[in-house]
């Protein structure tokens, strides 16, 4: 896959010459992201229901169209305040990230996993940008501030145990009996944890891999709210997942058509949204409602 082409949802529309004016240089890049976007929860702020609404923009030109109408103009200026910021979450820094660096030429692309460095007890589940930097892959999580006192460097997170494991890598140790899987969730107060979610996680990495930056609330194929299905399925998509990280071009190439042709993998015209606002609605990708 070409990782510098913009997908469905990183392509700017008519805010590519906005997205142009970003810096491709990370910590500048970032400081611009975080000036855009603002957490729907982890910010604090009680939004009213008009705002919440904008976790749900989903394509990266609907984020911007939410700024371009409080701050018309470029993306670098002013600063605006945090509770003017367009509300979203990791997935939508990293969205707009991964845009940022495509249109700059930049192979980038969102990663899935649980945060190792956010809580001591607890593994949040989390998106970063995972970018090419002419000689590796290289992660970056562009939500946080780098001065903030973390214990992972967020220019340069380790895709590992102490940075952010990604879905594969924890579905496997939970195969293997080596986790906890209600200590892998959205929050340790939330019952949107465990095993089930893990294995939801696993999908939305292959989909994010190949193209797909779904909304994480997203339910599509294979997933369900429950521990159910075919595991031997995730456990082989998962294992495609640990060898092309590794380097196997064979089990990149593999899965990047399995997904292509198993409905199970990847969503189709339509997808089940169970928003953090207590909605579920079905929607529609193709037409974009």
């Keep these: 896959m070409d990782y510098t082409r913009q997908t469905a949802y990183s392509d700017p529309r008519g805010y590519a010459g906005l997205l142009a004016g970003l810096p491709a240089d990370l910590p500048a890049l970032g400081a611009a992201v975080r000036n855009l976007i603002v957490h729907y929860r982890g910010s604090g702020i009680d939004f009213p229901p008009e705002r919440l609404e904008e976790i749900e923009s989903r394509w990266l030109d609907r984020i911007l169209a939410h700024d371009q109408r409080r701050f018309p103009g470029s993306l670098l200026t002013p600063h ?50 995972e970018w090419w930097d002419g000689g590796r892959w290289r992660a970056a999580d562009t939500q946080l501030d780098p001065a903030g006192g973390l214990s992972v460097d967020t220019l340069d997170v380790p895709l590992r145990e102490g940075g952010l494991v990604p879905a594969s890598r924890v579905w496997t140790a939970y195969r293997r009996g080596d986790l906890d899987p209600h200590r892998y969730g959205v929050h340790p107060d939330s019952p949107i944890r465990g095993a089930w979610f893990i294995r939801n996680y696993v999908l939305h990495e292959a989909a994010h891999r190949y ?9 599509y194929g294979a997933m369900s709210e429950e521990l159910d299905g075919d595991l031997g399925l995730i456990d082989e998509v998962a294992g495609l ?14 899965l990047a058509r399995w997904y292509a042709d198993d409905a ?19 929607i529609d990708l193709l037409e974009r409602t």
Excluded at 241 to 254: M, P, Q, T, V
């Design 80 to 129: 605006r305040a945090p509770e003017d910021r367009v509300v979203g979450c990791c997935r939508d820094y990293t969205l707009l990230t991964v845009a940022a660096l495509r249109l700059h030429g930049v192979p980038a692309r969102s990663r899935i996993g649980f945060a190792d460095y956010l809580d001591e007890e607890f593994h949040f589940d989390h998106v970063v940008t």
């Design 211 to 219: 193209g797909d930056e779904l909304l994480l609330w997203d339910l």
């Design 241 to 254: 997942l640990i060898a092309a990280d590794s380097g196997d071009e064979a089990a990149d190439r593999k």
């Design 264 to 282: 199970r993998l990847h969503p189709g015209p339509t997808v089940e949204s169970f928003s953090p606002r207590g909605l579920v609605t079905e």
